[in-house]
Structure formats: structure tokens, C-alpha cells
């Protein structure tokens, strides 16, 4: 795009921008500002978190649980243990306060009750009230002194349809109850007159994902047919009382869709002349530019203007850290510059094409203000063509000088209860601190006008024209913030690794070959996959029908079914390979791994597709999966290498000394089905890249997947022989596999019924004879997971966290929360928003993206599945009970179920279902939660959701669990950065993914040499 202002226009523009600027800057300063008053400001905690990064993000944490605690001598404990962190950085004075401040003491109770009305003072400042009477009081004042109003309504964050409900039923009764009112009152005309006509004065800011609580770019169309029946309904009731409806901009996962669902809407007959609405524009997102293009090609088309907020945008750590965490790319600027230049460059733009795009700068900066308003007076637009917007209660002072000067100004004004108003307030308080924010720097720091009205782009050097900002200085204080946001603490020779990013749905063309890949995948059904014998293909009299779990009539594929002789067969040609094989050098091998990587990777929406219909996975599952078999391969094949010379030289004069492993021969590989790619991957990479031979044992309900992993292997040409694909019934061919005298290592992942009678038969196979070793057995077993809900803990995060846990890919994982274990305190609170955003979870088959319940994997796990939920209304209450209604005949599938009173040493609490069962059991204490959490025969993953410092610290201690994870889900563990594996019944040997698991499949082996002939050795060479 094209500024189309010229090198002399800009340098008008730059001219108007200093004066307005400075005149505001002289009207400015010789009013209190109210954020930054002294009074707000020498309060001494918030000057604390000024001077220290720590202090202030501990004071923030604070305030963000403090509406959690009911009770004083919470509030002093979390107080004292969120300080006891940042204890060095604060003042004497405090310290020594904190010391007498027991919970339970006098001084404990009056910081209890300083500390809440300290923070409910904040909270005031933000939120202009918590009724609707309040709320017309604070638009009652806003209109007195001139300034116009958009209503915000803060809210929990939306997870089932009651909740999404009530949102939608708040934003049609704020309209229809405010706008009869409001509109009778006296006009103000700085505040109602546009330039071409009145201006609605009932203005109402809504945020699309309240009003759906499945909103999710992955189902565009589903959540698009949702949102877009509520967005109309909306705009009806607005036009009947003539209000204005702005669509807020969220995070930016969910902006084209955002973008996509407000242009369906108002191009729509009934809607296209609608002109009283608008939508926000991020302008530090790097797509802004191209956005806002098409928005002005788009509102041309459609003949009538809209309105455009533009704003820098409120999500930037949220962003950054989001997109490294996944491997994306940033979607935001990096520097703050480069945000202030493009909100300049934008605000031309959008200037320029006022006949399409109306103006509404959302900022408080007055350079980027004073710009915007020296702009349109450069091309010759009135006052009040362009809106200036403000959050309430900040740069009040700001607010009322630009009003003096005849703007229109817009507060927007959030209101709502206090407990999802501090998300809110920690956001605001994060901007008014930030080290890069405008009021910062000018209310706190002291600049000069100079600095404060600077051009952006002075900072970057460049000079004011048409040039592109898209700069990102790699040594900038950002980049260094970044890189210290999530070092991996790994070891250094695995250093290099990086996840394999996931796909991103959000994205229109990635959703595009997810679909093309899912109808290749059905062209192919019926297909049959051989098992494979030292490279040649092998009949079988039976073979194993794969079917889709989604649709039972389905078959997806038909496999080979192993014979006894056949698996043996397979032992001897693995066998026959393997001396050969091990002699490989160690980065020839890995280089397989690499090579097998690739292929996948070319093809990972066709492999993601096929478990989406062989397993009924949902796409992101799916796509998981097939990530997490990549970073096996790329993991092992590195740490096989750095293995290998990881020791250091032991040598002395007259004496060699080499330390080495060796392959301990051949692996048989019994993997399971509910990972059907990743598992597979893991084991067999693990075992070949150390130099073994491997027979590949899929389960049978995933064997066609295993079949294409087959084809990987061979893709990236591994010899014949080394690999082995011996799809066949369990009970036929795995006693084979685990008792042959060939076998050295047996890697299972599956039930501890079946994990532990492998280990039995190997120790009792393990006979001895010549060339045979202790058969070494690797084994993931079950979980009874649970996930402890502290009484502080944020239950927007847990609910959601437990839903996923409990229920992502039917609850069919190890990982799995089967237990919810809710301490009493916050039991009733959290139950039925847990039923509720369960119950609104859709039911469906697995390749539909708007699926969030599929199927489970077969017959006898549906069978199995129901024998529980029999015995759970035994031991229970079966509180939810979501009926798979037609689709039962369709396929395996059951609804969540959620039982309560349930007793920890219940059949339901302890026996592993693999299912979406869920029991939630209530303690009466952390105590209590943790003796319930641990007390079964598992140990695989378990989790805390807790926003208590000694809390979390107590969980790290004494929830013994292969896996814990602290205000996260429990499920998703990430190769490399969360290795994977559990104790007690829930396995045997290291932890898949991590540091020392290729341990499992070598000899460690040193061999000395006396290097001396008759008094003389080889000297060492310098
Ligand atoms: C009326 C109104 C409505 C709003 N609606 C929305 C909305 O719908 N969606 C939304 O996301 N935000 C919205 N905002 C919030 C707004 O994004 C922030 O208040 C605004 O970004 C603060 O910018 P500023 O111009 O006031 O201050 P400044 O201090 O000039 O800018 C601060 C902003 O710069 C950006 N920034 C900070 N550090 C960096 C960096 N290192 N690199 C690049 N950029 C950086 C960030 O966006 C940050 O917020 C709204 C604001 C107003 C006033």
C-alpha cells in the first residue's frame, strides 16, 4: 500500500502534529492527571512495582486472585507469600510490616483490609460501575463534560452456552433498556453530530467470542453460522433503537474470523445499509495494513461507510509469548516504534478513505492523537471527522483537552462485577506500567514535549515517507525480554531441537488442506496393507479390518493379520540385519530418522487426516500427533548422536580407556491405539537409532496408520530388514515377540494388565543360553489422573482445563484427568460451570472441525466404557449424562458423563475407565485433596490448579506423579521440553521424549587397552 501523501504533505502533517500536540501537551499539564495523580501514584505499592520488574509482576498476581479470597487471613497469607518471593526488592519498612503481619493477628487482618480496598480502589478507576443505574450515572457524567460513551460488559471468560447466553441477553437489555432513556435527554452536539448526520448516542462495544462458547477458527463455518445469527439479532435490535454496535478485537487467533463474520453479516441485504457500526483495526499487528485495505475495497463495494477503530492493541506479551510458544511467527511488531509509525501510517489511511472508513483513533497518546487530528485537518476534514477514543479512567486530564478543543471524544466504559473486572484491571495496569506506554513516559518519567510528540520513525533512523516499517532489530531490549521468556532448560546437546510448530487453524488455507487431505484419505479407504518380512511383502489367510470409529460401516483400510510363524519369521530377519545395522555410524542412522521426519512432514495433513478417520481423533488432536511423531524423530536422532560422544576422555599415560553402547539387539515394538503415529514413531525411532533392529507391532485399531509409518521408514530408504511391520491379533503374536530368545528389548506402551504380564514373561523368558540377555522391558502403563482445584484458583482456567483434560480425544489417553478433586471452598462455584461448559461441548464424528466429542475407539471400549458408567451410578450421583442421541447408531459414541459423590477408594476413582467419565470428588483441605490425588496405584500425571506460591511449591513436593502440571491442563505433553512417562503401576523405565530414555536400549560397555611396550607408550597428541 501506498501512503499517497507526499514527502511535502507529510512534512505539513509532521508540522500540524507538533503544534496540536504541544497545545494539548500545555493544557495537559496544567491539570492533575488522574491515573498519575500523586495520590494514586505515591501509593506505595504501585510505586514499588514501578521501580521492580518482580515486585510488580507479584503485586499484579495479587490483585488478580484477591476477589478469589473470601476470607482475611487468606488474603494475608497470599499477600505474605506472594511478597515472600520479591522479599530483597522491597523497602525495610514493609518487610518488617510483613513479618508482623500474621494472617491471624491484628496487623494481619488490617493489611487484609487495606490490601482489598486498595485494590477494589484500582478496580474503580477502570470499571465505571457495576449496575446499570451506575453505569447511567457514569454516561450521565461523560455527556455533562462533553464526551460521547461505547459500554463494554466484562465478563467471565465464555465456556458453555449458558454463560455465552446470558452475554448475548445482557447486550440486547443494556440496549433496550439505556436507549430510551439516553435518547431523551438533550442532545450535546459535539457529542451527537457527525459530519453528515446525527450520531447514535448509545454506542455498545461487543466482543464476538461472548457471544458463542465454541468460538473457534478451526470450525469457521460452524461458529460463523452462530455468531453470525447473534450479530444480527444484535443489529436489529440496535437499528430499533438506534444504537451503534462496535465489534472489539480480540486476540489474534481469532481475528479473520472476526473480521470474516462481521463483513458477512453487514453485506448481507437486510444489513448492507447499515451505517452506525464499526470494528477495531490492531495496528501493531503486522497484517493491519492489508486488513484495513480490504476492509476500505470491502465497504466500497458495499456502498455504505463503517467505522474503524484503530488501535495499537491490548495483547502484545499475550501474542508474543502465545506465538514462541507454538513455533508461529510473531504476528506483532516488535518495537514499540514500529507500532506508533504504523498507527500513523494507518491512521492516513484511513483519513484518506474517510468516504468508506470513518475514523475512531483509540489511544492515549497525544503524538499518535495530534497526528490523526493533523492529518485530517490537512485534507480538509471538519473536527469532528475523526472520533478520538479513550478508556475510562485513564489520561482524564488528556480527555478533557482534547474535548477543549472541539474533538469528539469516546469513553469507553467497561462495566461488570469485580471478579471479571480484575483481568481487566491487571491488563490496564500493565499498560499504565509498561516501560514503552505514552502515560508512562510522559506522566512518570517527565519527558520533554520534544521527546514525547518525536516521529517514530526518528527512532528507527528512517525518514518520514512512504517506506514500509517492517524492521525488527535483532538486538533490540524486546528481542532480549523474548529470549527469556521460555528458555527450555534442556541439556546442551539436544539444544538444536525444536518442536515441530503445530498447524494453525486460524489459518483459511491450513483448514483448506486439512479438508483436501481428509478427502484423499477417503479415496483411499479399503486400501490393504501387507505385513511386511525383511523388506517383502507377505500374504496373510486373515487379514484385520480397520474401521472408522466415526462412521461403523466404514472400513478404512484392511491389514495383514500376523501368524505365530510369522512374528517369528520377522525375529530371525530382524535378527539377520541387526550386526550390520549396528555397525552403521550412529549419524548414518539418524540421518534415517531425519530423512523419515521429512517425509512425514510433507505429508502431515494426509497422516493427520488418516487418524482423524482410522482412530477419531478431531483435527487438532490429530495434527498433534503427527507433530509429536516428527519431534521423536528429531529428537532421538540428535540425542542418539550426542550419546554417543558424550563422555569425556578417561585416558591415561600407557592406558586407553573408551566408554561406548552398544545396541542390545532386536526390539520388538507393541504400541497402542490412541496415539496411533506419535507412539509408534517414538519406540521404533528410539530403538533403530541406537543401533537396534525393530519388529513393529501396531495396535489393531490403528494398523493402517502404522502401515503408512511403515511406508515412511521405507520412503526414506531404510535397508529391508531393519524395520518389520507385523500388524496381527495381540494374543497371537505378542507372546511370540516377548518370549523369543531373539528378543532383547520389548518397548509396550499400553494397559498395566497387559504391560505387566509382558514384564512377567519376559523375566521368565529371560532363561539365559548362549547370546541372550536379560530381556529388558520399557513400559507405559495407565493412569488414574487427577487435577486438584485449590480455592483460589482461577476457575475460568480451571473449568477449561479440566474439560480438556478430562475430555479432549474422548478421555482415551494415559494422560487423561479422570478425577477432579475440588477443594470445598469453590465446589459449588466451579460444579456447574463444569457441567455447563461440558454439556455445551458438541458431539459428532471426528472429521467434522465443529466436533468437540467423537467417537470412542471401538465396540469393546464403548462396551467397557458403559460397565463403569453402570458401576459409577452404584457408587454415585451421575450429575451429567450428555446422550449421543442418533448418532449411537452411526458409531461409537458416547457423551461426557460426570459423576460426584463419589469416595476416593470407589471403583470409579481408582480403576482406569479410558473413557469421558469424570468423577469430581469434593476435600475439605489441600491435605485432604493431596492424600485423595495420591492415593491410588498410579502415578502418571496429576495437576494443580492453585494461585497460592506455597501451594503450587507443596504439589511439587508431594503429588507423586510422573508428570505435574501446575495451572495447565494435564494433557499435550511436549517432546523434549515435558518427557513423558509415569511410576508405581504406571510404568516401568524413563520418560519418552526426554534426556535419558535412549538409555533403555543400549549396553553400556568400556574397553581398556594397555597402550605400553616395554617402558614406551604412545605420547598424547597436543
Ligand atoms: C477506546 C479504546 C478501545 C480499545 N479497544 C481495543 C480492542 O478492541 N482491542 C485491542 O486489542 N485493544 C483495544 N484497545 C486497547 C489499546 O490497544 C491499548 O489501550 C493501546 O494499545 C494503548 O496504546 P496507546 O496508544 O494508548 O499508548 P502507547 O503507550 O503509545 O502504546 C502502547 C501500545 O504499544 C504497543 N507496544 C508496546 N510495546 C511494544 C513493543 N515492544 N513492540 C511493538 N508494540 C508495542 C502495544 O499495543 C501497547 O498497548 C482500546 C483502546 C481504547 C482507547
Known sequence: MHDEFTLADLASIERTTREVGETVLNLVSRRAPHVFQRRWWDDRIMSWAMKNESVKVQMFRFIDVLPMLNRREAITRHLQEYFEEVHEHLPTAVRLGMQVAQPDSIAGRAVAFAARRNALGHARRFIAGTTPAEVLTAVKRARKARQAFTLDLLGEAVISNVEADRFFQAYVELIENLAPTINAWPEVPQVDRGV????????????????????????????????????????????????????????????????????????????????????????????????????????????????????????????????????????????????????????????????????????????????????????????LGVELQMLYGMAEVEREAFTALGNRLRVYMPFGELIPGMAYLVRRLLENTSNDSFLRASFTESLSAEELLMNPLEHSGEQPGDRPIHVVDESSPVRERLESIAPLQLPAWIESFENEPPSDFAVDEIRRQMRAALATVRERFGEHYPVVIGGQERKTSESIRSINPSHKAQTVGTVGSATAELAEEAIIAAAKVWPEWADLDVRTRADYLLRTAEFIRERRFEFAACQVSECGKGWREADGDVCEAIDFLEYYARGAVALQGSFGDADVPGEENRFEYLPRGVAAVIAPWNFPLAILTGMTSAALVTGNTVIMKPAEQSSVMAAWLMRAFVGAGLPPGVINFLPGQGEVVGPVLVKHPQTAVIAFTGSRKVGLEINASAAQASAGGPGCDVKRVIAEMGGKNAIIVDEDADLDEAVAGVVTSAFGYQGQKCSACSRAIVLAEVYDAFLPRLIEATKSLPLGPAEDPGSRIGPVIDQEAFNGIHRYIEIGKQEGHLELDVDAGSLANEGFYIGPHIFTGIAANARIAQEEIFGPVLAVIRADNLDHALAIANGTEYALTGGLYSRSPRNLKRAQREFRVGNLYLNRPITGALVGRQPFGGFRMSGIGSKAGGPDYLLQFVLPRTVTENTMRRGFAPTEQP
Open 196 to 383: 453528515e448526520s446525527e450520531l447514535p448516542r448509545v454506542n455498545v462495544s461487543v466482543k464476538l467470542s461472548a457471544l458463542d462458547s465454541q468460538f473457534d477458527p478451526l470450525d469457521a463455518e460452524g461458529t460463523t453460522r452462530r455468531v453470525a445469527d447473534r450479530l444480527r439479532a444484535l443489529l436489529r435490535v440496535a437499528r430499533q433503537h438506534g444504537a451503534f454496535i462496535n465489534v472489539d478485537m480480540e486476540s489474534y487467533h481469532t481475528k479473520d474470523l472476526t473480521l470474516s463474520i462481521f463483513k458477512q453479516v453487514l453485506t448481507e441485504d437486510e444489513f448492507r445499509d447499515v451505517g452506525d457500526v464499526g470494528i477495531v483495526i490492531q495496528c501493531y499487528l503486522r497484517d493491519s495494513e492489508s486488513d484495513l485495505v480490504a476492509l476500505r475495497d470491502w465497504a466500497r463495494e458495499r456502498g455504505k461507510p463503517i467505522w474503524v477503530r484503530l488501535v495499537k492493541g491490548a495483547y502484545w506479551d499475550y501474542e508474543t509469548i502465545h506465538a514462541r510458544y507454538h513455533g508461529w511467527p510473531v504476528p506483532v511488531y516488535r518495537r514499540k516504534w514500529q507500532s506508533d509509525a504504523n498507527y500513523e501510517r494507518q491512521t492516513r489511511f484511513t483519513i484518506r478513505n474517510f468516504r468508506y472508513l470513518r475514523p475512531a483513533l483509540g489511544s492515549h497518546n497525544i503524538r499518535s492523537l495530534a497526528h490523526g487530528i493533523a492529518t485530517a485537518r490537512h485534507i480538509g476534514l471538519p473536527p
